[in-house]
């Protein structure tokens, strides 16, 4: 198994542009996450999914979009980045149950936004 | 509201022990993560606490008292790899504490 598997690793974006932040696993997990991670700040839920065809906010979901088409993938998507968006993004997806079961973390996207 | 407070660095020696505490305050707790993080890598597992008590797990234990909204992780034999940042979350909102930097010394 490869589990989580996140694309790019690294990516630099002017003001404005948009891009989609890749994530899959492999391990048929429903539930899956993104964070992202600022020094400092510790990890902050952005969206998540329990499952395909659901997803809702977290604590963070203002200037991104998520979509859950299928079990395996749940990307994330920049409107418009802006500088504040600055980030390491890390994607999340664990067994069932999204607050009972250890999540499994990809490697993470090192975004800059100029 | 949600808060959880670690302490942001602490230091010991190779072959001690050492107590990483977690305060927390939630509304709708489930339980305690601790997810350990190495420098420029993912989260990985390290426990998981629903009810009060000490849980052991070789090196490494954690406890909770949910009456007290408090936790931590001891880690013993310390050894020069456990240095890292370990991060407490809350669950079921995965609220994470801003990480405990860990330096191990000779």
């Known amino acids: 198994n490869a589990g989580v598997t996140q694309t790019p690793k690294f990516q630099v974006l002017k003001t404005g542009q948009s891009m989609t932040l890749q994530c899959a696993q492999d391990?048929?997990?429903?539930?899956m996450s993104w964070y992202r991670q600022d020094p400092g700040m510790g990890l902050r839920l952005i969206h998540y999914?329990?499952?395909?065809?659901?997803?809702d906010q977290g604590e963070v979901p203002n200037g991104y979009n998520v979509s859950r088409s299928t079990t395996e993938d749940f990307p994330l998507r920049l409107l418009s980045a802006a500088p504040s968006q600055t980030s390491v993004y890390f994607c999340a997806s664990s067994q069932a149950n999204l607050g009972n079961n250890e999540q499994f973390f990809g490697p993470g996207t090192r975004l800059t936004v100029l | 509201g949600q808060n959880i407070d670690q302490p942001t660095e602490m230091t010991a020696t190779e072959g001690a022990i050492v107590q990483i505490n977690c305060t927390y305050q939630t509304s709708g707790f489930n339980g305690l993560f601790w997810y350990q993080q190495h420098a420029g890598e993912a989260p990985t597992f390290l426990s998981y606490n629903v009810l009060d008590g000490l849980e052991e797990k070789g090196r490494f234990s954690s406890f909770l008292s949910r009456s007290k909204g408090y936790s931590y992780l001891l880690l013993k034999e310390l050894q020069m790899k456990d240095s890292a940042s370990y991060l407490c979350?809350?669950?079921?909102?995965?609220?994470f504490g801003a990480g405990t930097r860990l330096t191990v010394k000779p």
């Open positions: 391990m048929n997990h429903e539930y």
């Open positions: 999914s329990v499952g395909a065809g659901i997803t």
């Open positions: 979350a809350a669950s079921p909102l995965m609220r």
